[in-house]
């Protein structure tokens, strides 16, 4: 009841920019004050719109990477040699400054407590961001539907949110394994190459278990992970994927 | 060019349709397929963006924007219902 009340037009807002916490040497994380916002589902985006002095204006698309709990609204921005906004969001914008956003957005790739589980998430790189929100989600909401999230990066250095992630993996109910697909330091003991059917027949579950799966990751990483998981006999309708683009999103 | 799905084109949908629609679900006019349009597949660095059917290909929309105004194909789509769960 309260969700059909908040359906209603996306207008542009101001947010302040509270914080900025670097993560990697490629994603920043921006804390906003956005005043009136009207909160969000776990796995939401904000579409966030840069303005020339000209009047030029360039939109792009960014998953929410706090939880509906927290204080305030946190999206993390990998940058893109070649993009128009990453650049400017994670090298010029700073605390005090103000950004022009309107959201929250989208309602497929979003869980909550209800929708169930077991939960299954498979991250590509900045595809870990919308994770974040729903695990924060998970804990801070107290829900004991088991969760697992399989994160593939490059390299130690590239996992984003690293500390967080190993913390909110000795929760209850929650089970983080990370992939190393380009270099493994020594001693790595976590799985190490592209996530496979090998892989996922130790981390999916069973296709009789009926986990709720969500994909989020490079256009590539999506479909060899979901197809895959639909190799192994996991039903399409239980898959739920997000793709973004090597560029722009 | 990259491939996205509709989750990309969540906002400019809202802007068009006044609700959220990744969850509605859309026909495809070509082969029948039923699926939500946050699956479809989304090509946003043309000049326009354009969704196409995962199955066959077919366009399903097409939305331009020119001088502040938005256009919008759906030719392709037979239906688009909007998910019960979500119209409150």
Same mark, same amino acid.
């Given at each position: 009841?309260?969700?059909?009340?908040?359906?209603?037009?996306?207008?542009?807002?101001?947010?302040?920019?509270?914080?900025?916490?670097?993560?990697?040497?490629?994603?920043?994380?921006?804390?906003?004050?956005?005043?009136?916002?009207?909160?969000?589902?776990?796995?939401?985006?904000?579409?966030?719109?840069?303005?020339?002095?000209?009047?030029?204006?360039?939109?792009?698309?960014?998953?929410?990477?706090?939880?509906?709990?927290?204080?305030?609204?946190?999206?993390?921005?990998?940058?893109?040699?070649?993009?128009?906004?990453?650049?400017?969001?994670?090298?010029?914008?700073?605390?005090? %400054?103000?950004?022009?956003?309107?959201?929250?957005?989208?309602?497929? *790739?979003?869980?909550? %407590?209800?929708?169930?589980?077991? $939960?299954?998430?498979?991250?590509?790189?900045?595809?870990?961001?919308? *994770?974040?929100?729903?695990? &924060?989600?998970?804990?801070?909401?107290?829900?004991?539907?088991?969760?697992?999230? $399989?994160?593939?990066?490059?390299? +130690?250095? %590239?996992?984003?949110?690293?500390?967080?992630?190993? $913390?909110?993996?000795?929760?209850?109910?929650?089970?983080? &394994?990370?992939?190393?697909?380009?270099?493994?330091?020594?001693?790595?003991?976590?799985?190490?190459? &592209?996530?496979?059917?090998?892989?996922?027949?130790?981390?999916?579950?069973?296709?009789? %278990?009926?986990? +709720?799966?969500?994909?989020?990751?490079?256009?590539? *990483?999506?479909?060899?992970?979901?197809?895959?998981?639909?190799?192994?006999?996991?039903?399409?309708?239980?898959?739920?994927?997000? &793709? *973004?683009?090597?560029?722009?999103? | 060019?990259?491939?996205?799905?509709?989750?990309?084109? /969540?906002?400019?949908?809202?802007?068009?349709?006044?609700?959220?629609?990744?969850?509605?679900?859309?026909?495809?006019?070509?082969?029948? /397929?039923?699926?939500?349009?946050?699956?479809? /597949? !989304?090509?946003?660095?043309?000049?326009?963006?354009?969704?196409?059917?995962?199955?066959?290909?077919?366009?399903?929309?097409?939305?331009?924007?020119?001088?502040?105004?938005?256009? !919008?194909?759906?030719?392709?789509?037979?239906?688009?219902?909007?998910?019960?769960?979500?119209?409150?």
């Amino acid at each position: 009841v309260e969700r059909a009340a908040v359906q209603r037009r996306l207008t542009w807002q101001l947010g302040t920019v509270a914080e900025l916490i670097e993560e990697t040497a490629r994603t920043k994380s921006i804390a906003l004050e956005i005043p009136d916002w009207r909160g969000h589902r776990a796995g939401q985006h904000v579409d966030v719109r840069l303005t020339a002095e000209d009047g030029y204006q360039a939109q792009r698309s960014y998953s929410i990477a706090s939880a509906p709990e927290d204080e305030r609204l946190v999206l993390t921005v990998e940058r893109l040699a070649d993009g128009e906004v990453s650049p400017y969001l994670t090298e010029t914008l700073l605390v005090g %400054d103000e950004l022009e956003l309107r959201g929250p957005i989208g309602g497929y *790739f979003v869980w909550e %407590d209800q929708l169930g589980g077991p $939960l299954l998430l498979l991250a590509g790189g900045s595809g870990v961001v919308p *994770f974040r929100s729903m695990l &924060r989600h998970h804990e801070a909401s107290g829900s004991e539907v088991p969760a697992r999230l $399989l994160y593939s990066a490059r390299t +130690l250095g %590239d996992v984003i949110y690293r500390d967080e992630l190993t $913390l909110l993996g000795t929760s209850d109910g929650i089970e983080v &394994r990370v992939t190393l697909t380009r270099e493994q330091p020594e001693a790595w003991e976590g799985y190490a190459g &592209r996530i496979d059917r090998a892989m996922l027949e130790e981390v999916a579950w069973t296709p009789g %278990d009926g986990p +709720l799966v969500y994909v989020c990751g490079p256009t590539g *990483f999506v479909e060899a992970a979901a197809g895959a998981l639909v190799e192994l006999g996991h039903v399409p309708g239980r898959i739920r994927t997000e &793709r *973004f683009g090597a560029s722009g999103a | 060019m990259t491939v996205l799905d509709g989750n990309a084109i /969540a906002g400019p949908l809202h802007e068009v349709f006044g609700t959220e629609m990744t969850t509605a679900v859309g026909s495809c006019a070509g082969c029948g /397929a039923t699926a939500p349009v946050a699956e479809a /597949a !989304v090509y946003i660095r043309g000049p326009g963006i354009v969704g196409r059917c995962r199955r066959c290909d077919t366009v399903l929309m097409v939305l331009v924007t020119i001088r502040g105004r938005t256009c !919008v194909d759906l030719r392709g789509l037979a239906a688009l219902e909007p998910a019960s769960s979500e119209g409150g």
